[in-house]
């Protein structure tokens, strides 16, 4: 996978291109990428809705998810944002809820 063509929600680069090692692509082109967390052992799940396509986005079509040691799966990680106005290297993976819930989360994206 080629993480260099990923952004984060404000056009950022990404921290951890080690996040996207073990992936795979369904049949209708998602692309689903698996990381085991380090100490934590927490399972790390990051989805692309749309594949290969652009705009490789966290926030707009990259999504992640964890999975923690008690089998709890959650929408997103403490260093994952989702924030307009943020600049962590991880912003937009945790937009997830707000996707989810928000049916004007996609009209209002910059």
């Known amino acids: 996978m080629d993480f260099e063509k990923y ?11 080690n996040y ?20 934590t052992q927490d399972l790390y799940i990051f989805i692309d ?18 999975i923690s040691i008690d089998n709890q799966m959650l929408e997103s990680s403490e260093n994952w944002s989702c924030a307009m106005d943020g600049d962590n290297a991880m912003n937009g993976l945790g ?10 989360y996609f009209k209002n994206l910059p």
């Open 95 to 104: 937009c997830v809820r707000k996707a989810t819930y928000n049916a004007n």
């Open 20 to 39: 996207f090692n073990d992936c795979i692509i369904t049949n209708d082109g998602m692309l689903f990428c698996f990381n085991r967390g380090g100490s």
């Open 7 to 17: 952004r984060t929600l404000r056009n950022g680069r990404p921290q951890n291109p």
């Open 49 to 66: 809705v749309n594949g290969h396509k652009n705009p490789n986005k966290f926030g707009y079509d990259t999504f992640g998810f964890y």
